[in-house]
């Protein structure tokens, strides 16, 4: 199934679907972020390339307030997506909604000096004098992580932030590599965590032979460390970038990665009736046994997953 059929046969379950009328009177269910303290809902809000198809600021704005009412509390945005588009929406509505959120952001620059006018430029953009976590966005392997922690590398910048109180709390996103991330997580004083997660994804690794020198696992590699050092852990990418629409039920997909030890899974939501469905999920979320996630995993189809490691491989986020 296409994207537009997709999206339009969601939009019409949602309209009609009584699951919503029976759980709308539920609250969203809330985790901690790890040794941030922080308390945000199961699901996140998606500021990357999924909202940025809300082609014209009024339905952006009001799917990120219907966010907010339907009980979502955690705002993902980044410095780079849509030249700063995303993050120009996100601050008109923390103008007058900023309390009720924990707003996140995520940092491209790799140099100190550069990460410090994204930083200021971030906060401006935000209408906000200080973020709840700030990310190094994107770390795509060995190299990038040597030039992240070198002397004068974004690393410093965002200790700095978080002794200035300009942030919170601290963390670093991946989509790719599960073994560099890892490393950087065990190195680092890390907060928090980002990572793809999904149950397409859980089962590459070496062993299985599904692609050459296939990555293992974030599930496997960094998941754990994350887990020891008590960081709060997002997990992202939990439909696959769309490649595993239509292998599993949403609802499955969606409960997979919140039965992981993570705080919360943010979804971008190209659209009102995702935001309507995504919510009714997270408030009849179950968590899944090791067995059903184990069967869920058994059920993709290998040609999906070796669409989605080579999507991953080579993405750059929005």
Same mark, same amino acid.
């Given at each position: !199934? ?49 909202? %940025? !198809? #809300? ?15 339907? *009980?979502?509390? #955690? ?8 030249? $700063?588009?995303? +993050? ?67 690393? +410093?910048?965002?200790? +700095? ?42 089962? !590459? ?25 008590? !960081? ?11 490649? %595993? ?22 979804? $971008?939501?190209?659209?009102? *009736? ?45």
């Amino acid at each position: !199934m296409n994207r537009r059929r997709f999206l339009g046969a969601l939009s019409a379950a949602t309209i009609s679907s009584p699951v919503l009328l029976a759980d709308s009177a539920k609250k969203m269910p809330t985790r901690v972020l790890g040794r941030t303290g922080l308390r945000v809902s199961i699901l996140g809000f998606g500021g990357g390339s999924r909202f %940025l !198809m #809300y082609k014209d600021e009024g339905p952006a704005l009001e799917a990120l307030h219907r966010g907010i009412d339907l *009980g979502i509390r #955690y705002l993902d945005t980044a410095h780079s997506y849509g030249d $700063g588009k995303s +993050e120009e929406r996100v601050g008109k509505v923390m103008a007058t909604r900023r309390k009720e959120v924990v707003l996140a952001t995520k940092i491209s620059a790799r140099t100190a000096e550069n990460a410090r006018r994204q930083i200021e430029l971030s906060l401006k953009r935000l209408q906000t004098d200080h973020l709840d976590v700030m990310h190094i966005h994107a770390l795509k392997g060995p190299e990038d992580l040597v030039a992240i922690e070198a002397k004068g590398g974004v690393l +410093e910048a965002l200790y +700095e932030a978080r002794r200035q109180g300009i942030t919170r709390a601290i963390g670093i996103t991946c989509h790719g590599d599960p073994h560099t991330l890892q490393t950087a997580l065990e190195r680092h004083d890390f907060d928090c965590t980002q990572m793809a997660l999904n149950a397409g994804l859980a089962s !590459m690794t070496d062993s299985m032979k599904i692609l050459p020198a296939a990555p293992d696992s974030f599930e496997r590699l960094a998941l754990p460390v994350a887990v020891r050092k008590r !960081m709060g852990i997002i997990a992202m990418k939990v439909f696959g970038q769309e490649h %595993l629409v239509g292998s599993a039920p949403p609802e499955k997909l969606l409960a997979y990665a919140l039965s992981l030890p993570v705080s919360l899974a943010s979804v $971008g939501m190209p659209n009102p *009736g995702f935001i309507e469905r995504n919510a009714s999920l997270a408030r009849s979320f179950s968590p899944l046994s090791r067995r059903e996630r184990n069967r869920l995993v058994e059920s993709i189809d290998v040609t999906r997953q070796h669409a989605m490691l080579r999507f991953f491989r080579n993405h750059v986020d929005a």
